[in-house]
C-alpha cells in the first residue's frame, strides 16, 4: 500500500542524517524497552508473522504515522493485532485490564527468547521455480499500488533497472501479510540515480534494490 511508512525518494522532508550505530541509543526511554520486549513475547504465540506486523504499522492514518515516534508505531500496530486475533478485546486494551480470570498467563523463557532472536528467521525457500529473469536482462518494476502489503518501493515503481544478481525463492511478502505462505523468486535489480531521480543536482550513483519476480516486468 501506499503510506506515510514509504517515504524513499520523497521530496521536501529534508536530508537524512543518521547516528552513529556506536553511539546511538538503542533504547531513549523505558517505557521503549517495555514495548520491545512485549512486541516480541506476543509474537512468540505464533499468531501472525513478520509482514503481517508491519502491514498492522502501515494501515495507521498517515498524519498519525509521522507524527508517532518509532516505538509508538510499533505498539499501534501491536494493539491492533491482539485485537484482531482476538486475543484481548477493546475493554481489555482500555482499561489494562484481563476481563477473563480463567485466561492463562504467558512468560516466556527468557533463554529460550534470545536463542530463537539471535537465530532469526529466514525467508529463503528449498522451493525451486524457474526464473523468469536472467543475469543482464533489463526489467521494470511494474508500476502496481495495491491495497495491501507491498516491498516494492513506490520510488522504483515504473523504473527501469538490471538484473545483477538471483537469489532463489523467498517468502512473498504481499501474500504473507495476508497470512497466505508462498514463495517467488527474489533478485537484486540495479537502478542509476538519473533513471530514479532525474538528472537535475544528482551525482549519478548506483542503487540495488532486492524485488520479488511479480514486481518486475521484462522490457
Known amino acids: 500500500m501506499n503510506g506515510a511508512h514509504d517515504l524513499g525518494g520523497q521530496q521536501s522532508l529534508g536530508p537524512i542524517n543518521p547516528e552513529s550505530e556506536s553511539s546511538e541509543s538503542v533504547f531513549y526511554h523505558n517505557w521503549e524497552k517495555k514495548v520491545f520486549a512485549i512486541t516480541l513475547a506476543c509474537g512468540f504465540l505464533g499468531k501472525w508473522n513478520i509482514d503481517e506486523a508491519r502491514h498492522s504499522r502501515e494501515r495507521q492514518h498517515p498524519v498519525i504515522y509521522l507524527s508517532n515516534s518509532y516505538y509508538e508505531n510499533w505498539l499501534a500496530g501491536l494493539e491492533k493485532l491482539l485485537l484482531e486475533k482476538k486475543l484481548i478485546s477493546q475493554s481489555e486494551l482500555t482499561t489494562g485490564k484481563s476481563l477473563d480470570i480463567n485466561k492463562k498467563s504467558i512468560a516466556p523463557n527468557p533463554h529460550k527468547a534470545m536463542t530463537i532472536i539471535s537465530a532469526g528467521s529466514p525467508s529463503n525457500s528449498e522451493e525451486s521455480k524457474p526464473y523468469k529473469f536472467n543475469i543482464g536482462d533489463i526489467v521494470r518494476v511494474r508500476n502496481n499500488h495495491p491495497a495491501g502489503h507491498t516491498r516494492a518501493p513506490q520510488y522504483v515503481r515504473g523504473c527501469l533497472g538490471s538484473i545483477i544478481r538471483k537469489h532463489g525463492v523467498h517468502t512473498f511478502p504481499d501474500d ?16 542509476d540515480s538519473n533513471t530514479l531521480w532525474g538528472q537535475d543536482k544528482h551525482e549519478l550513483t548506483n542503487i540495488h534494490i532486492d524485488l520479488w519476480e511479480p514486481y518486475l516486468s521484462i522490457e
Open 176 to 191: 504473507n501479510a495476508k497470512g497466505i505462505k508462498s514463495g517467488e523468486n527474489l533478485y537484486t535489480v540495479r537502478f
